[in-house]
């Protein structure tokens, strides 16, 4: 799918209190605003990450630790039955959650994200995500690391706990986002979608938490199955940064596309032009749906004209939109 470069006046860059970039300091301020929601197992009923059509989260791994008597009040799950019949009476199972686990954030801040129309760029958008994960992650015991993808390279920042590594992956990813004024598009751009989906999967051979930051420019066959290599030991989870001037062309005459490679100049004030690009935006939408609804990766829809923190807390939070609302005194 091209991404779409909008004329002078459309961008978010040209708007009046719109934002272009994210700064370090306003990266490392949201630490007070990374709170109300979580990507642990248990999860509001309201939480697309809770219900049966979304990933099973399985959260820190478990360690045992002994095998003792039967004691009122204990989980009847918790019976080693083979135990049971070596021994004579009920015996149980003991364990305890493991400390921390791996969390990777993988970050796009390519040039195709350098886009937006309402409050802020897409790379901000998801600069913002990222930001507000790793300060929560380190905040709930676990360890953060990072995979930032740029129209050259990838960059990783191995996991690490406490605010060290929320402050290591918010600071690649400020040092990404700040570059992008003076990047041009790659023809090898739309490929660091996969190597960063590979590096993941070497990164986090199992039992961690693998997040996807990105409009997924760069989606194939490839990407499918990575995913899929990544879900087979690891849970995964999707925050897809859209804006509303990408699902349907807007009628401002003369408009860049491009693909990375190449670009092409359009009328896109002829109306067949944007019932064709519409079309295609939905089709492209759905096989992203289907990926993820095979694979039971749960998408968090997240759009560049609202608060990142109130989308997170609404789509994954404790308290539903109207209440957030009315604390915050914001529209939902």
């Known amino acids: 799918m091209a991404s779409f470069h909008a004329r002078p006046g459309t961008n978010a860059s040209e708007r009046p209190g719109a934002r272009a970039f994210a700064s370090l300091d306003e990266l490392m301020r949201l630490k007070e605003r990374a709170r109300g929601f979580s990507f642990l197992p248990r999860q509001p ?59 990777v954030l993988i970050v796009d801040q390519r040039s195709t994200m350098f886009f937006g129309s309402r409050r802020s760029m897409k790379s901000v958008a998801a600069a913002e995500v990222a930001a507000l994960s790793a300060w929560r992650v380190t905040s709930l015991g676990d360890r953060v690391g990072a995979i930032v993808m740029t129209d050259e390279a990838i960059s990783v920042v191995k996991p690490q706990a406490r605010d060290r590594g929320a402050v290591r992956v918010i600071s690649d990813v400020a040092r990404a986002n700040l570059a992008l004024e003076h990047i041009r598009a790659s023809p090898g751009a739309a490929g660091r979608l996969n190597e960063a989906l590979a590096a993941a999967d070497r990164l986090l051979p199992h039992d961690g938490l693998v997040c996807l930051i990105s409009d997924a420019t760069g989606e194939d066959d490839e990407t499918a199955r990575l995913a899929t290599r990544l879900c087979a030991h690891n849970d995964m989870l999707a925050a897809y940064i859209h804006d509303a001037m990408e699902e349907r062309l807007p009628e401002i005459g003369p408009a860049v596309f491009s693909s990375g490679a190449a ?55 404790q308290r539903s939109a109207a209440r957030i609302a009315t604390a915050t005194g914001r529209p939902s």
């Open 45 to 103: 009923v309201h939480s697309l990450l809770a219900g049966r059509h979304a990933s099973r989260l399985r959260g820190r791994g478990l360690n045992f630790e002994e095998l003792r008597h039967y004691a009122e009040g204990d989980d009847v799950r918790s019976i080693d039955w083979l135990a049971t019949a070596r021994l004579g009476d009920p015996h149980v199972r003991v364990y305890s959650e493991e400390r921390d686990r791996p969390v």
């Open 263 to 317: 670009q092409i100049e359009v009328d896109s004030s002829a109306g067949p032009l944007r019932d064709r690009f519409a079309q295609e935006r939905i089709r492209w939408r759905g096989r992203l749906a289907e990926l993820s609804r095979h694979r039971a990766i749960p998408v968090l829809p997240i759009s560049t004209d609202r608060d990142v923190a109130l989308q997170l807390r609404e789509l994954i939070g």
